[in-house]
């Protein structure tokens, strides 16, 4: 009896929680002790938020409704890179207590909870990269558990603020991470009723407000969802490691394009305070370029660049590379060689032992043969270069 009143509490407890973050049947510190677990209920949103993409069956499609889709998916991953990340994980940069809440807000539009929850997890990912402690390593808990499984187990749920003490003692942030639902709500809603407005104003973009509605918050979420995912899953097991971290974090152009410069991810694991993540010019990192944006409104300042340490180390590493790969290719160089040369050598020694030839010589090296064609050799005239008189 015991046991079914404690889950009808967890039961109601995942629900009040759709609403109120932090709520909790029980106290956090014991939530986040238990195993992992899925909490079927507290995910039902965001499996709505994937369901929801069908709705396009209904609604269709205008140019104007991908377009938006698109453009909310740049501005909003932006938004989880250049904000949750590079600010509110790492502070790489600085901005006025009005401009972080500002940013907070335009972070509650990518439907990935609230800014401290984000942050703890993260700085907790980087404390604890690819260990048995790692919320999300796919070393540890395999590929599907990081990109997606992670999010969905009720110990994962609580944000812990003893890990984010700079960012709570704002109450403006602290609420916008309990109410993390208020923000999506009103996105979602606002873009519903601008399409509807877009269907009366101007008829021929050809959209509406459930197609906007679809197009632009649950499919462009839902896409935003799985390439910020990805970092967590494919950036540790995909691309070339230039710092030996004590991770597995790697680097990936692919990624990087699709998440806006996160791909550089071993970078970032290897100097986590720098705004930037792409350290060299052709390491293309648009959240950077964002940010510099951004800097020259007056929102944000005081950016942190990448130490000339850094580089030297990159630069010794890449010199040790060149070099390793250069032993390893001679030596492989040879080892071919002799691969080619010997079958070829060992045959034309088995085809010449075994020749008629070669086996009436080995018999002319038997003793007496030898005996007897030197005894021959005596007996013939000596040499001479002067000719015979009888032939002159
Ligand atoms: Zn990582
Ligand atoms: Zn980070």
């Not at 009723?193 to 918050?217: C, D, K, N, V, Y």
């Not at 648009?286 to 409104?297: D, H, M, R």
Request: net charge neutral.
């Amino acid at each position: 009896m015991s046991s079914f009143i404690a889950s009808v509490r967890r039961l109601a407890g995942s629900l009040v929680q759709w609403i109120d973050a932090d709520y909790s049947a029980e106290p956090p510190e014991v939530v986040r002790a238990q195993p992992d677990g899925v909490d079927f209920v507290r995910c039902i949103p965001f499996i709505i938020l994937h369901l929801g993409c069908l709705g396009v069956l209904w609604v269709g499609w205008s140019w104007f409704a991908v377009a938006a889709a698109v453009v909310l998916y740049v501005v909003r991953m932006f938004a989880v890179t250049g904000i949750y990340h590079r600010y509110f994980s790492h502070k790489s940069y600085s901005t006025s207590r009005f401009g972080q809440f500002l940013l907070a807000v335009w972070g509650g539009t990518t439907v990935q909870r609230g800014a401290l929850w984000w942050a703890y997890h993260h700085r907790h990912h980087h404390q604890h990269s690819d260990d048995p402690e790692d919320a999300h390593s796919p070393h540890v808990h395999g590929f599907w558990w990081s990109h997606i499984g992670w999010i969905t187990s009720r110990r994962n749920f609580p944000t812990d603020y003893s890990k984010v003490k700079d960012l709570a003692k704002y109450p403006e942030l602290v609420f916008l991470n309990r109410f993390d639902v208020l923000v999506p709500v009103l996105f979602a809603t606002g873009l519903y009723f601008l399409g509807r407005f877009l269907g009366h104003a101007a008829p021929e973009l050809h959209t509406s407000g459930a197609q906007l509605l679809i197009w632009g918050f649950f499919i462009s979420t839902t896409a935003l969802f799985h390439g910020t995912a990805s970092i967590n899953s494919f950036t540790h097991l995909w691309g070339k490691r230039r710092f030996q971290t004590t991770d597995d974090s790697r680097n990936s152009f692919l990624l990087a394009i699709i998440c806006l410069g996160e791909g550089w991810h071993n970078n970032h694991h290897r100097y986590q305070s720098s705004t930037r993540s792409g350290f060299y010019w052709w390491e293309i990192d648009p959240t950077y370029y964002g940010l510099k944006l951004l800097s020259f409104t007056g929102l944000i300042w005081g950016f942190k660049e990448v130490p000339e340490s850094i580089y030297h180390e990159a630069e010794q590493n890449a010199h040790r590379d060149t070099v390793r790969r250069f032993s390893v290719s001679s030596v492989q160089e040879e080892i071919n060689t002799l691969k080619r040369v010997l079958p070829t050598a060992a045959a034309i020694a088995i085809a010449t032992v075994n020749s008629p030839e070669v086996a009436a010589q080995m018999k002319k090296k038997d003793g007496p043969a030898i005996h007897k064609d030197v005894s021959e050799l005596a007996q013939q005239p000596p040499a001479t270069s002067e000719r015979p008189a009888d032939q002159a």
